[in-house]
T-cell receptor, first 111, second 115 residues
């Protein structure tokens, strides 16, 4: 079954405590991306990766890092989380210009 | 600048009736795709329907159809015979054939189906 798996699904943390949200896909897609969803703003792209070792900034990259060492994995790293990073995060993948396949979402609260 | 606009923050519809969710977009690129996604209260994003900018006919998928008016730059989603399970957030999105590293989303419309 085609899947995009994110962990953790829910996380409450405190300001400044580094965290990583993992993302893994089994569809062998080259493209992966991270979005954040905030009320009234829809989904906004944080970072994307067109292939292994190739990453680039989206619209809202400040405060985030990513890496793409393997095709299937694309972790999102918050080095020093702040309350304005409280959001619902989605990892996604796609083949070519088709639809995005999303993970289940990770709801992050930064106190 | 490429932009997607959904002007209806919330909509109500009676069960079994049809409802139209509005979506307008702004682009000067001739090659693009338009997508609709559903997000139920459980949070996952579910792909519903796709329309390519060169497609001559409006897309349909079961009870979903996309009313594509290219000259007006609108891509409204029509849900026929609404069901209680259609209550959800709906997002319109756009991406480009020449540059498929991003998909731009509207702010979303929350649809509530009343029994």
């Amino acid at each position: 079954e085609a899947q995009v798996t994110q962990n953790p699904r829910y996380l409450i943390t405190v300001t400044g405590k580094k965290l990583t949200v993992t993302c893994s896909q089994n569809m062998n897609h080259e493209y992966m991306s991270w979005y954040r969803q905030d009320p009234g703003l829809g989904l906004r792209q944080i970072y994307y990766s067109m292939n292994v070792e190739v990453t680039d900034k989206g619209d809202v990259p400040e405060g985030y890092k990513v890496s793409r060492k393997e095709k299937r994995n694309f972790p999102l790293i918050l080095e020093s989380p702040s309350p304005n990073q409280t959001s619902l995060y989605f990892c996604a993948t796609r083949r070519g210009s088709g639809e995005l396949f999303f993970g289940e979402g990770s709801r992050l609260t930064v106190l | 600048a490429q932009k997607i606009t959904q002007t209806q923050p919330g909509m109500f519809v009676q069960e079994k009736e049809a409802v139209t969710l509005d979506c307008t977009y702004d682009t000067s690129d001739p090659s693009y795709g338009l997508f609709w996604y559903k997000q139920p209260s459980s949070g996952e994003m579910i792909f519903l329907i796709y329309q390519g900018s060169y497609d001559q006919q409006n897309a349909t998928e079961g009870r979903y159809s996309l009313n594509f008016q290219k000259a007006r730059k609108s891509a409204n989603l029509v849900i026929s015979a609404s069901q209680l399970g259609d209550s959800a957030m709906y997002f319109c999105a756009m991406s480009f054939f020449y540059n498929n590293n991003d998909m731009r989303f509207g702010a979303g419309t929350r649809l509530t189906v009343k029994p």
